[in-house]
């Protein structure tokens, strides 16, 4: 099924308040669709056999510490040197932690994190209008070459993306992965409309590059 269809399926089983005030009604299905979204992913590594969970923009690593109580491996991977520092766990064990950027290509990009927190979730490589941010260059490496360093792709795995606008440049950097056979799952979150200042890969365009590597859409949150 499409994102477009999955979407209005959704909406036209949701009752008349919805119809009548669909933005409020969206924030309250937020909280409600997300945690089914979270569960559904986790209840799909026993089915698909995931041994390897890689976390794109990690923060905390909520993905990761989840699937390694599922007996997995997990890479969380988080391109702000702050937030690393302060509050993304430590590797060890089953977990490795990697302070880098994903791009399509490897080099230093200006990353930039608003002023009044420097851990602030919404520290990302696109800005947002109307927010000011300190900068600071960060090293950005391809996912398929983070990858391959690890013994990951030798067994069933899965991505969870979670990178504030940079969608495109991550998905791009990772298409050796994308196709390959034991790469079984991915959660990513989308904008449907511009968010980050010059975003140009929005919800339907993530969709038709990842149907192009046979991947289709089986839930979404709201």
Same mark, same amino acid.
């Given at each position: ?31 409600? *669709?997300? %945690?089914? +979204? ?7 590594? #026993? &089915?698909?056999? @995931?041994? !390897? ?81 300190? *900068?600071? %260059?960060? +090293? ?7 990858? #391959? &360093?690890?013994? @990951?792709? !030798? ?68």
């Amino acid at each position: 099924m499409k994102l477009n269809k999955l979407t209005k399926k959704f909406k036209s089983t949701s009752n008349l308040h919805h119809f009548f005030f669909p933005y409020t009604s969206q924030k309250l299905l937020g909280p409600s *669709t997300t %945690k089914y +979204l979270d569960i559904l992913y986790f209840d799909l590594f #026993k &089915k698909l056999n @995931i041994q !390897s969970l890689v976390e794109c923009g990690a923060y905390e690593a909520s993905g990761s510490i989840e699937a390694i109580k599922r007996g997995c491996n997990a890479y969380a991977i988080e391109a702000n040197p702050n937030t690393f520092k302060k509050i993304t766990p430590k590797s060890n064990g089953k977990l490795t932690s990697m302070n880098i950027g994903l791009s399509d290509k490897p080099g230093y990009l200006n990353f930039y994190f608003p002023k009044k927190n420097n851990t602030e979730i919404s520290s990302t490589f696109q800005k947002k209008e109307g927010t000011e941010y300190d *900068t600071i %260059k960060v +090293l950005t490496q391809t996912l398929d070459s983070v990858i #391959k &360093k690890f013994d @990951i792709i !030798s067994n069933p795995y899965t991505l969870w993306i979670d990178v504030e606008g940079f969608q495109k440049q991550v998905l791009f950097g990772a298409k050796k992965i994308l196709a390959d056979k034991n790469f079984k799952l991915i959660k990513i979150e989308v904008e449907e409309i511009e968010k980050f200042k010059g975003q140009s890969f929005l919800s339907e365009d993530i969709e038709s590059f990842l149907r192009d590597y046979s991947f289709v859409p089986i839930f979404r949150d709201f």
